[in-house]
Nanobody
Framework: QVQLVESGGGLVQAGGSLRLSCAAS????????MAWFRQAPGKERTCVST????????YYADSVKGRFSISRDNAKNTVYLQMNSLKPEDTAAYYC????????????????????WGQGTQVTVSS
């Protein structure tokens, strides 16, 4: 089992920045690929970014490329999402997720490929 706890959300003006953190406990975090998803009210949950278990490979949704950056610190069992140049359309609940297949990285943007989820942290961007 893996437990994930997100933090760092909040209210920010358009153009501002936030850094989300996801702290993991349980199974060997350093061998698990991770992802950040977001879900706005009335919309489906979509993937923002993924990162391989080593941190060497990353993918981003087109809507956040050049603005968001995913990283991880395996010594701290934490994955981060640095969000810059925030826009009102970035407003959503943000969730981190882990792929249970140790040592495997698909870069998938599909919710079905992730087995563990955090409870989410709300990001609200005002115009």
């Amino acid at each position: 089992q893996v437990q994930l706890v997100e933090s760092g959300g909040g209210l920010v003006q358009a153009g501002g920045s936030l850094r989300l953190s996801c702290a993991a406990s349980g199974r060997a975090f350093s061998r698990l690929s991770m992802a950040w998803f977001r879900q706005a009210p009335g919309k489906e949950r979509t993937c923002v970014s993924t990162i391989s278990w080593s941190g060497g490979r990353t993918y981003y949704a087109d809507s956040v490329k050049g603005r968001f950056s995913i990283s991880r610190d395996n010594a701290k069992n934490t994955v981060y999402l640095q969000m810059n140049s925030l826009k009102p359309e970035d407003t959503a609940a943000y969730y981190c997720a882990a792929d249970s297949r140790a040592g495997y990285y698909s870069g998938s943007f599909e919710t079905r490929d992730y087995d563990y989820w955090g409870q989410g942290t709300q990001v609200t961007v005002s115009s």
